[in-house]
């Protein structure tokens, strides 16, 4: 029960918390200047602070950058699915401690009385639907959390890749208007 409490505590924690990282990523894409308060502007002050002009190094730093920012955007998900593979078994385990402790009163007492039985059995039963009732939601709110965490990745991916294209495309530019003849360029008396 413990481990169901916080297993559903964290979820809402990362739900809410997700919730305000995607206003704040939205609110970035409405605005020119990078906001340090949300991955999006994190990663996009990064590009813009880098200051080589090698594509693959701007390409390896933007990648770095984005694998930082989803690693923070997942965070906690591992442990809600390793509580959702966890909670039956703990349930199975409580179901088989039940079952023994009838048994043993079967050996002891026989089988005559059937309260000597029932808490056993009570146990069995009672840890199993727990162990169903923990694994169930926490498992439906780990993929809900999952695919609110994996929007939010590809839209970064999708940001930054934009953003790295157009720096490349500026440099390409640049560079092509340097190669023209002085008087195309506009450079006129030299």
Do not use: C, W
């Amino acid at each position: 029960l413990a481990l169901a409490v916080f297993a559903f505590a964290l979820s809402g924690y990362r739900y809410v918390e997700l919730t305000l990282v995607e206003g704040r990523v939205r609110r970035q894409l409405q605005s020119p200047e990078f906001r340090p308060d949300n991955p999006l502007g994190r990663v996009l002050a990064r590009l813009d602070s880098a200051t080589m002009n090698d594509e693959e190094a701007l390409y390896l730093t933007v990648e770095e950058a984005l694998t930082g920012e989803q690693a923070h955007l997942g965070r906690a998900l591992a442990f809600l699915k390793l509580v959702a593979a966890i909670a039956p078994m703990l349930g199975l385990l409580g179901t088989v401690t039940g079952m023994i402790k009838t048994f043993q009163a079967i050996a002891l007492h026989g089988s005559g009385d059937p309260k000597l039985m029932s808490g056993g059995i009570s146990e069995a039963l009672v840890t199993t639907v727990e162990g169903l009732v923990t694994a169930i939601p926490v498992l439906l709110l780990h993929s809900l959390l999952s695919s609110k965490s994996q929007a939010l990745g590809s839209l970064l991916e999708a940001h930054a890749a934009a953003a790295l294209a157009r720096r490349f495309e500026r440099r390409h530019a640049t560079v092509a208007a340097e190669r023209l003849p002085p008087i195309i360029r506009g450079d006129e008396g030299t």
